[in-house]
């Protein structure tokens, strides 16, 4: 099983942690401030009991009848999904992962993770790699971490907290994917700088995120009463300025159709 010897940055001090292989039982202790990260239900915890902030759009996706129809042909893979998105979720994961470029040795994260239905298939890709599966949502990684454990995944751990503040290092990750949840944060800049600062140089950044695909003033109305649900729907130049205002460079939009963006992006060498 390949190991991971990666380091964590404890919220509380900012201070470098290193993540045992494997984590105990009982999570982790900051060796520098004692601050107690727990491993629940399979997950390790860097996030307060009770965080808050959560927009309509997230709180409903903590249901539990949407997380086990999350993954499945009622929704991602559903046949509506598909046609208000332009593509396929099949076809999406195979231009998403192509345009990842994975050799097998990477150490990748997957931001905003839900039930993992790219954390674990790129798991299972990396022969010598770790995938870090990464949520605010504690009943999405509950069941990603029961997926993973009935798939016999060994390479994955999936963490809580915010990708407002990733709890990990400069340059800690190969690879970092975010598909489906960039539209769901009030402070993108923010959310992409992070991202920036914890992947390598030379790394690449996978996204889905939703778009903006009517014309006019009409538009404008209808997306306004969506963001206030807590999603945001991109016209294509804002999001290209967000990840270049990030120090993202190779900006290149793979699928552009309906309500869906995918976008590819890159951190210079």
Not at 70 to 83: L, N
Not at 121 to 134: S, Y
Not at 208 to 217: I, T
């Amino acid at each position: 099983m390949p190991e991971f010897d990666q380091k964590s940055l404890c919220p509380s001090c900012r201070k470098i942690i290193l993540l045992p292989t494997p984590i105990g039982v009982q999570g982790i202790v900051c060796p520098h401030c004692q601050a107690l990260y727990p491993k629940t239900e399979g997950f390790l915890d860097f996030l307060p009991p009770a965080p808050t902030g959560q927009s309509v759009a997230q709180k409903f996706m903590d249901r539990p009848r949407f997380i086990s129809a999350y993954e499945g042909k009622y929704w991602r893979k559903s046949i509506f999904f598909a046609f208000i998105a332009g593509i396929s979720f099949s076809h999406e994961f195979d231009l998403i992962t192509k345009a990842a470029d994975l050799s097998g040795t990477e150490v990748i994260l997957d931001l905003s993770c839900g039930p993992g239905i790219y954390t674990r298939p790129w798991a299972k890709k990396l022969a010598q790699g770790f995938a870090v599966g990464l949520d605010i949502s504690k009943p999405m990684l509950s069941y990603a971490v029961a997926k993973a454990e009935e798939e016999k995944i060994k390479n994955i751990l999936f963490v809580h907290a915010s990708a407002l503040s990733i709890p990990f290092p400069d340059g800690a990750f190969d690879r970092v994917n975010f598909c489906g949840a960039l539209h769901l944060f009030p402070h993108v800049e923010k959310v992409l700088g992070e991202i920036h600062r914890v992947m390598k140089p030379g790394g690449i950044l996978t996204t889905a995120s939703a778009r903006n695909w009517l014309p006019g003033k009409l538009s404008d109305r209808i997306f306004a009463w969506y963001k206030k649900l807590g999603v945001t729907h991109f016209r294509h130049h804002e999001l290209v300025a967000y990840f270049k205002e990030a120090g993202f460079e190779e900006i290149n939009t793979l699928h552009a159709k309906h309500c869906l963006f995918i976008i590819t992006a890159a951190k210079s060498s």
